[in-house]
């Protein structure tokens, strides 16, 4: 029973971060990570531009799957909770950033990070495991939420 019990709380992050994730790709206006105008050329076709730009609160969303364990991390001081919102925060906001440079090239940034973050920190090979689908599954949606705002035509 211990063992079941220890294994929902290790899934519990990972079940809590990919939701969020997603209801962040449903939900979320594209004017919190995409900047966009249009422009008027000849004979009043419009030409459209469009710049992943991350707002203050677009970062802060997507880190808070992170944010929510290191805070439970610092009441419980469960070493899975801390866990879980390094490997988290860190494969989220590697993919924030890199897409900043080229959005488009970030698939790597975040498989590389992930599977890093999780060799580093996991003790096992059911740790380690558990803490690279911790990184890569919000991650995923963190880039398809950027590539799905980028692929809007206006």
Do not use: Q
Not at 25 to 38: A, D, F, K, T
């Amino acid at each position: 029973m211990v063992k079941s019990k220890g294994l929902i709380l290790r899934l519990l992050p990972i079940i809590f971060a990919t939701a969020w994730e997603f209801l962040l790709l449903v939900g979320l206006p594209r004017s919190y990570y995409i900047e966009s105008g249009r422009v008027y050329i000849v004979d009043s076709i419009p030409s459209c531009w469009f710049r992943y730009s991350p707002s203050l609160e677009f970062v802060v969303l997507a880190l808070l799957p992170a944010i929510v364990p290191l805070t439970l991390y610092g009441l419980f001081k469960d070493p899975a909770l801390l866990k879980a919102g390094l490997v988290i925060g860190l494969s989220v906001l590697s993919v924030i950033l890199a897409s900043l440079i080229n959005p488009h090239d970030s698939l790597p940034v975040l498989v590389i990070v992930s599977l890093f973050m999780g060799a580093l920190l996991g003790k096992g090979k059911g740790e380690r495991a558990l803490l690279i689908i911790e990184g890569l599954l919000p991650d995923f949606l963190v880039l398809a939420t950027i590539l799905g705002g980028l692929a809007v035509s206006c």
